[in-house]
Nanobody
Framework: QVQLVESGGGLVQAGGSLRLSCTAS????????MGWYRQAPGKQRVYVAS???????AYADSVKGRFTISRDSAKNTVYLQMNSLKPEDTAVYYC????????WGKGTLVTVSS
């Protein structure tokens, strides 16, 4: 089992910034990818960004140039720096860990006001 704990969500005005954190614990697979999905009210959960064990990153087109994902492997923590936030970024953000199977955090709410 892998446990994921997210933090850093909150309310921010459009144009502002937030940084999300997600720390993994438990039976962490040595070869893994961590990342983020988000789910807006009434919509499906969609991919946001990911980072591999060796630091290769990928982003959804909707956040490229505004969001930056990074990780501290020693702390088993992944970060999502979100800049130039827009109201359409409002969602519950879920951290995930992919090793031999997918694990999810419980989510953290990000609300961007216009």
């Amino acid at each position: 089992q892998v446990q994921l704990v997210e933090s850093g969500g909150g309310l921010v005005q459009a144009g502002g910034s937030l940084r999300l954190s997600c720390t993994a614990s438990g039976n962490i697979f040595s070869i893994n990818t961590m990342g983020w999905y988000r789910q807006a009210p009434g919509k499906q959960r969609v991919y946001v960004a990911s980072i591999t064990r060796v630091g290769v990153t990928a982003y959804a087109d909707s956040v490229k140039g505004r969001f930056t994902i990074s990780r501290d492997s020693a702390k088993n923590t992944v970060y999502l720096q979100m800049n130039s936030l827009k109201p359409e970024d409002t969602a519950v953000y879920y951290c995930y860990h992919l090793g031999t199977q997918m694990y999810w955090g419980k989510g953290t709410l990000v609300t961007v006001s216009s």
